[in-house]
């Protein structure tokens, strides 16, 4: 057996100090900065950390906060965070991949309530009542950051600009909801899809990724019933913008040609 | 030193209402922990016009100390922000504010609550609406300042506010104008037609002293009132008190009037909020420090602001009662106590009451002087008058 002292190298050219990667549940080796990997993330090194719940806060706040921070596995597609009705005990934060939100009224018919994308919180429906109101779900695969409310209060006590950081954030969320809600109701499709456009098209562009290519994490039938359209009416909008050299579509990869004419058919 | 015009919203003054004998700064009765209270409770908090610096803060700490106020139990129903609340809270702070007052107190599971914000037409933007609506408010009540308004003055900004408002599904408004006697009766005409065309639900026009001159009387002019008047109840509005017109079906006999305004008399509860904010607990009346910076001091010392108790009970009394009823309703049942009916013998002999089959409704000379004859009635039982 090789000893600390003695320098080795395998048939790998691997030497002394390599670390083993971990492995996933389903046994596929993962490496140690993978996003998904629940074990090394540290809210100091996150990728996130500029759009999450660090941006407002110093080094040695950022290490409190990391502490009362759990990270399970990552989810696969179709896998609950929470489902509705559950107690309300912690909001969360997405680390890489995607959720989307929805209820189910009583008739079981699911409505869209939001797509939250990486560096976004959710779970925030159920601050003020005992139950969460939305299920959320993971999209794709998803790594999740799940943050105990009752914990970030009495952080948030102790590092004001942790709490006011906060609600900027559930202000934020609960604007854009409204602003939906109101646009869904009087806009045509082809607005409230190009609204859903330039808003993933920002939040990219916010995570230093492209904001003129990139993949929808969800399919066309979630993001009719999020848009009150009929996923008929979706594909059709998808091909007018192809056919008016708005978009260039393939399947879920998007790219946009012409940004400005999408954020002034936008209203934005 | 902090003056009346720092509290736009305390115009619903009720000195004639609630008549009180100043008492002792303490609270005027012991809880022994074991009253319930089942009527609910409203939330009415008053923000000066002058920005504070750590205002938001101090209304957060008041809210964990008035709860000492309600009873084990007791539920809050309605929630006013009054004032000048986007001139005290941004959005993370309003949101803040809400946050607290869901988690701080123990709401009433219904949809008969009102949950109202005032807003001036320069804070009408669709992101602060969207705001606003995402918080579960359900009114706006929509300040505007007419008061030195000229034929040619126009309706566009106060116009384009009702509008937006009226895009959010399920955010009514109620409007509050500040007029004089300087204001134009044709702008008047014009701005009115326009809320009712968006729908504004209750409109009150309140009296306010000229800004470009002084003494003498402000009100506007009768013919000016009255053609005003015959608008709205053309349109289906009736008149409530001496001002307020609203197109809304109140809560039966069961409405009252305060310094918050009208509101649902199963609220019996009021905690005020804020300086020279008001509250009603237990049938008895509060006052809060009218001074601002008296206010905050007390607050941030973790101790209520509170200046003064009255002693009488304000609720209870016949003749409060009965003003209560000429004010809100305009009419009198005829089994009113007849010391009540004495007292109103004068204000009948001047024309201002009238039998009307079993009960008495007030004249028009009657609503011109509501408020006098309210406030002879309500004190004519109080030892100071």
């Known amino acids: ?268 | 030193m902090t003056s009346i015009q720092d509290y736009q919203g305390l115009e619903h003054a009720v000195e004639f209402l609630t008549p009180r004998l100043a008492c002792a700064n303490h609270l005027p009765f012991v809880w022994t922990g074991r009253e319930t209270e089942p009527s609910p409770a409203g939330v009415s908090l008053l923000c000066p016009s002058r920005p504070c610096a750590g205002f938001a803060d101090a209304i957060t700490t008041e809210m964990s100390l008035k709860r000492e106020f309600l009873a084990a139990g007791q539920t809050i129903e309605s929630l006013l922000l009054r004032g000048d609340p986007m001139r005290q809270f941004n959005a993370e702070q309003l949101t803040e504010l809400v946050f607290r007052f869901c988690t701080g107190f123990d709401l009433a599971d219904t949809d008969l609550g009102c949950r109202s914000i005032a807003l001036t037409p320069e804070y009408c933007t669709r992101t602060n609406l969207a705001l606003v609506k995402g918080l579960a408010f359900n009114f706006v009540e929509l300040h505007l300042d007419a008061s030195i308004a000229g034929p040619d003055r126009s309706i566009a900004p106060m116009e384009r506010a009702a509008t937006l408002i009226g895009e959010f599904a399920g955010l009514g408004l109620h409007c509050r104008i500040r007029l004089s006697a300087d204001t134009d009766g044709g702008f008047i005409e014009r701005l009115t037609t326009t809320l009712m065309a968006c729908d504004c639900r209750e409109i009150e026009f309140i009296p306010s002293p000229p800004p470009l001159r002084r003494g003498g009387n402000y009100r506007i002019g009768r013919p000016v009132r009255q053609r005003i008047a015959r608008l709205l109840q053309e349109a289906g509005y009736r008149l409530r008190g001496d001002r307020d017109f609203t197109n809304e079906t109140g809560p039966g006999n069961g409405l009252r009037y305060g310094e918050w305004g009208f509101y649902d008399g199963r609220i019996q509860t009021w905690l005020g909020l804020g300086p020279a904010a008001t509250g009603i607990v237990r049938r008895h009346l509060y006052r809060n420090a009218r001074d601002i910076d008296a206010y905050l001091a007390k607050v941030k010392e973790g101790t209520q602001p509170v200046a003064e108790w009255s002693e009488a009970p304000v609720l209870s009394e016949p003749a409060c009662e009965a003003a209560q009823q000429l004010f809100c309703y305009h009419r009198l049942p005829g089994n009113t106590d007849p010391e009540t009916m004495a007292n109103l013998e004068k204000p009948m002999a001047r024309g201002w009451l009238r039998t009307e089959g079993d009960s008495y409704s007030l004249t028009d000379a009657g609503i011109d002087n509501l408020r006098t004859l309210c406030r002879d009635l309500a004190h004519r039982r109080h030892p100071l008058d």
């Open chain 1, 1 to 268: 057996m090789p000893t600390d002292d003695i320098r080795w190298i395998d048939d790998r050219g691997r030497d002394n100090d390599y670390n083993p990667p971990e492995l996933n549940p389903r046994g596929i080796i993962m490496e140690a900065k993978c996003p998904h990997s629940a074990t090394t993330v540290n809210c100091n090194d996150c990728r996130m950390s500029a759009l999450c719940l660090p941006m407002a806060l110093q080094a040695d706040e950022i290490d409190r906060l990391n502490r009362i921070v759990e990270r399970g596995r990552p989810l696969q597609r179709n896998e609950y965070i929470y489902h509705a009705g559950e107690p309300f005990k912690s909001i969360y934060a997405v680390r890489s991949g995607a959720v989307k939100g929805f209820t189910v009224n009583d008739e079981g018919v699911e409505q869209v309530t939001g797509f939250y994308l990486p560096g976004e919180i959710f779970g925030m429906d159920g601050i003020g009542h005992p139950n969460h109101i939305n299920s959320a779900v993971a999209l794709e695969t998803a790594a999740i950051c799940e943050i105990p409310f009752s914990r970030l209060e009495e952080l948030s006590t102790q590092i004001p600009s942790l709490q006011r950081h906060f609600f900027r954030l559930m202000s934020r969320e609960i604007t854009n909801d409204q602003q939906l809600i109101t646009m869904l109701s009087k806009n045509s499709a082809e607005e409230r899809i190009a609204t859903l456009l330039t808003s993933i098209s920002a939040r990219n562009a916010r995570r230093k990724l492209s904001g003129s290519r990139f993949r929808l994490p969800m399919s066309r039938a979630d993001i009719g019933n999020y848009m009150g359209l009929t996923v008929e009416t979706v594909s059709r909008v998808f091909s007018r913008f192809q056919k008016q050299d708005i978009l260039s579509v393939d399947k879920k990869e998007i790219e946009i040609l012409d940004l400005d004419r999408l954020r002034s058919m936008a209203n934005t």
